[in-house]
């Protein structure tokens, strides 16, 4: 029976760590022994119109700077901008900012909340340039962006563009520096995934699509993993663009964080759900990496705690059930010591826990039907924005 523990656990491991290592070895290994069509391949024509489009919940502290951020977008791109912004009945002034740009800007101010998702569907459909742009209020943008996705959409193969994306304030904090490092990682796994194929789901922070393929998206689910998906399974490419580059604050509080969390793998999960039946048509190479890459990462948590009760049954299996929960007991205190005198790599540690845990209960809450289609704000991610970024 030692073995079969022993084996059980090492097999739950390696599921759990699959999405943050294996899976990235899989697709350099792929990219070495064949040759993927690389992109962009221009061949089409370029899109003749772009329009940005932004939805704002209660981001008054923010929402000025990214309006003069649009505006010098729109510059930078001889004016050929649209922008729609959306309002989802916010009550700290946020609309009233905006007020005075409605000469230059498409504004829509709800009356109640309705969720980020229906504000894009909406302004999508008062959109009528070939390419929408998505951003979020707390993102700014280099000034070059239209330029390079006007390069990028001339390959007719792609339908859906992402962004590189830099967090401003890595170091600020334990949790802003353990979610930039690993955004960094995420950032690497983009890029291979767009030379072997496309991208597993775009960020929100910014991407674009091309209008043609916009599908309204279902009961307010998460607008950028589900609309890049649907690309995807329609055919088209999901790519990265390295030059296209947006800058946001990550949150700093481990709270927020894990709230987060909570909230993201909730929402992707019912995206699972609602998107399967058309994602597990998709060719054998792309279905492996959405499950190897999106579903795994979702599930890891639960792997992780299967493969740490087989361990623990394993142990006891050769020194005895009392000496192992002793070992338990006293390295859970020794953690939570170093947690408190505030060991840099044990904080570091707390914080990736504390995300696979939030995407955990995410999960489990979605398997019980529950639903987060608005939210508020994370007060620790919206400090004022200082990006050390090229215009």
């Known amino acids: 029976m030692t073995f079969v523990w022993f084996s059980l656990a090492a097999i739950c491991l390696v599921i759990a760590m699959w999405p943050f290592g294996p899976y990235q070895l899989s697709l350099a290994l792929a990219r070495r022994l064949h040759r993927?069509?690389?992109?962009p391949q221009a061949t089409g024509r370029e899109p003749a119109s772009f329009a940005v489009c932004l939805?704002?919940?209660?981001?008054?502290?923010?929402?000025?700077?990214?309006?003069?951020?649009?505006?010098?977008?729109?510059?930078?791109?001889g004016g050929e901008l649209d922008i729609h912004v959306?309002?989802?009945?916010a009550d700290d002034g946020t609309a009233e900012i905006l007020r005075p740009y409605e000469g230059m800007i498409d504004l829509v101010v709800s009356p109640e909340r309705?969720?980020?998702?229906?504000?894009?569907?909406?302004?999508?459909?008062?959109?009528?340039?070939?390419?929408?742009?998505?951003t979020d209020a707390n993102v700014l943008v280099d000034h070059n962006a239209v330029s390079v996705l006007r390069r990028w959409f001339t390959d007719p193969t792609i339908g859906c563009v992402c962004s590189?994306?830099?967090?401003?304030?890595?170091?600020?904090?334990?949790?802003?520096?353990?979610?930039?490092?690993?955004?960094?990682?995420?950032?690497?796994s983009k890029e291979l995934e767009t030379s072997t194929g496309s991208v597993i789901g775009a960020d929100g922070s910014l991407f674009a699509i091309r209008r043609s393929l916009h599908a309204p998206v279902p009961g307010g689910l998460m607008d950028d993993i589900y609309r890049s998906?649907?690309?995807?399974?329609?055919?088209?490419?999901?790519?990265r663009a390295p030059e296209l580059r947006a800058y946001e604050p990550h949150t700093t509080i481990a709270g927020d964080e894990f709230r987060r969390k909570v909230r993201i793998a909730c929402e992707c999960?019912?995206?699972?759900?609602?998107?399967?039946?058309?994602?597990?048509?998709?060719?054998?190479?792309?279905?492996?990496?959405?499950?190897?890459?999106?579903?795994?990462?979702?599930?890891?948590?639960?792997?992780?705690?299967?493969?740490?009760?087989?361990?623990?049954?394993?142990?006891?299996?050769?020194?005895?059930?009392?000496?192992?929960?002793?070992?338990?007991?006293?390295?859970?205190?020794?953690?939570?010591?170093?947690?408190?005198?505030?060991?840099?790599?044990?904080?570091?540690?707390?914080?990736a826990v504390l995300a696979i845990a939030g995407a955990s209960i995410g999960v489990f809450r979605a398997f019980r039907g529950e639903r987060a289609v608005t939210w508020d704000v994370a007060p620790s991610s919206r400090p004022p924005m200082q990006p050390g970024r090229t215009s």
């Not at 401003?168 to 690497?188: D, I, L």
């Open 86 to 89: 959306y309002v989802d009945a």
């Open 229 to 239: 998906l649907w690309i995807l399974c329609a055919g088209y490419r999901v790519v």
């Open 114 to 134: 309705r969720g980020k998702t229906h504000g894009m569907d909406l302004l999508i459909d008062r959109a009528r340039a070939e390419i929408i742009i998505f």
């Open 269 to 351: 999960t019912h995206v699972h759900f609602t998107l399967w039946s058309r994602l597990k048509k998709l060719d054998a190479w792309h279905l492996y990496k959405y499950v190897a890459h999106r579903l795994l990462r979702w599930l890891c948590g639960f792997f992780l705690l299967a493969s740490a009760v087989f361990a623990l049954a394993f142990v006891a299996s050769l020194i005895g059930i009392l000496p192992t929960a002793v070992l338990v007991v006293a390295g859970g205190l020794g953690f939570f010591l170093a947690l408190r005198l505030r060991v840099k790599i044990v904080d570091k540690l707390w914080n």
């Open 55 to 77: 939805c704002a919940y209660n981001e008054a502290g923010c929402i000025e700077e990214k309006m003069q951020d649009l505006f010098r977008l729109r510059e930078a791109c």
């Open 164 to 188: 590189d994306l830099s967090y401003v304030n890595a170091q600020s904090s334990s949790t802003a520096s353990t979610g930039a490092a690993y955004w960094r990682f995420n950032e690497w």
């Open 36 to 39: 993927f069509t690389p992109v």
